[in-house]
Nanobody, 119 residues
Framework: QVQLVESGGGLVQAGGSLKLSCAAS????????MGWYRQAPGKQRELVAT?????????NYADSVKGRFTVSRDNAKNTVYLQMNSLKPEDTGVYYC???????????WGQGTQVTVSS
């Protein structure tokens, strides 16, 4: 089993910044993908950003956050971060940490942390 614990959500004004953290523990393989998804009220959960644990450190971003958000990892601590800058009201939602373990593929989810951006 894998446990994911998120922190760093909150209320911020438009144009502000927040940094989310997610620490993973348990049966984590060395090859995995960690990242963030979000869900706004009345909408489906969507990908925000992910990053691989491999040496290539491949990252993947939603078009809506490119240039504003940065996903990073500390593999030694099994922790993924999401630095969110230039926040917009449409970034409001519950942000979920995600870890994908392979062989076979299993997705794990955190409990979610609320991010609210006021206009």
């Amino acid at each position: 089993q894998v446990q994911l614990v998120e922190s760093g959500g909150g209320l911020v004004q438009a144009g502000g910044s927040l940094k989310l953290s997610c620490a993973a523990s348990g049966s984590i393989s060395s090859v995995n993908i960690m990242g963030w998804y979000r869900q706004a009220p009345g909408k489906q959960r969507e990908l925000v950003a992910t990053r691989s644990s491999t040496s290539s450190d491949m990252s993947n971003y939603a078009d809506s956050v490119k240039g504003r958000f940065t996903v990073s990892r500390d593999n030694a601590k099994n922790t993924v971060y999401l630095q969110m800058n230039s926040l917009k009201p449409e970034d409001t939602g519950v942000y979920y940490c995600n870890l994908v373990r392979f062989g076979p593929r299993i997705d794990y989810w955190g409990q979610g942390t609320q991010v609210t951006v006021s206009s």
